[in-house]
């Protein structure tokens, strides 16, 4: 084949250290601009963000030689170092250890991106430590429940 061609999707998710609420309404919007700037600057594409105050989801088309661990990387050591440039928060603002990744097919993106949409609504009756449960068990993803969340 003379070219290369995909469609590479990715749901990430990944929650504020300790899980605290602290993404607020004060600098979430430009939160989520500086991610953009991250994604864009990385030649990858960002097609939706949101989450509520202690964790965000990215739904991203990458290219093949993208490292999505290095991508996740960079989005969240940058993002925190610019929240706490900002002084958003009291103290100082991390993110937790690791993320969760999960493809997405083209057939699927509309409704990755309505879910993704409706974070504040649909976190009224389900918390995240259930939604990310049920995301791990949807992917057939093996995993102990005491170190999903752990403390680091």
């Given at each position: 084949?003379?070219?290369?061609?995909?469609?590479?999707?990715?749901h990430?998710?990944?929650?504020?250290?300790?899980?605290?609420?602290?993404?607020?309404?004060?600098?979430?919007?430009?939160?989520?601009?500086?991610?953009?700037?991250?994604?864009?600057?990385?030649?990858?594409?960002?097609?939706?963000?949101?989450?509520?105050?202690?964790?965000?989801?990215?739904?991203?088309?990458?290219?093949?030689?993208?490292?999505?661990?290095?991508?996740?990387?960079?989005?969240?050591?940058?993002s925190?170092?610019?929240?706490?440039?900002?002084?958003?928060?009291?103290?100082?603002?991390?993110?937790q250890?690791?993320?969760?990744?999960?493809?997405?097919?083209?057939s699927?993106?509309?409704?990755?991106?309505?879910?993704?949409?409706d974070?504040?609504?649909?976190?009224?009756?389900?918390?995240?430590?259930?939604?990310?449960?049920?995301?791990?068990?949807?992917?057939?993803?093996?995993?102990?429940?005491?170190?999903?969340?752990?403390?680091?």
């Amino acid at each position: 084949m003379a070219n290369t061609y995909t469609q590479l999707y990715f749901h990430i998710v990944f929650a504020v250290k300790g899980r605290d609420n602290l993404i607020t309404s004060k600098f979430k919007i430009e939160l989520y601009k500086y991610i953009t700037g991250i994604i864009s600057n990385k030649n990858q594409k960002l097609m939706i963000i949101n989450g509520i105050p202690n964790h965000i989801h990215l739904l991203i088309g990458t290219k093949p030689n993208c490292n999505l661990s290095d991508l996740v990387r960079d989005i969240k050591a940058n993002s925190s170092k610019w929240i706490n440039e900002n002084k958003f928060v009291l103290g100082k603002f991390e993110w937790q250890t690791g993320f969760g990744a999960f493809t997405v097919s083209h057939s699927g993106i509309d409704k990755v991106i309505k879910y993704i949409k409706d974070q504040e609504k649909h976190h009224k009756i389900k918390s995240f430590k259930d939604e990310y449960i049920d995301f791990l068990k949807g992917y057939k993803i093996d995993f102990e429940d005491k170190y999903i969340f752990s403390e680091d």
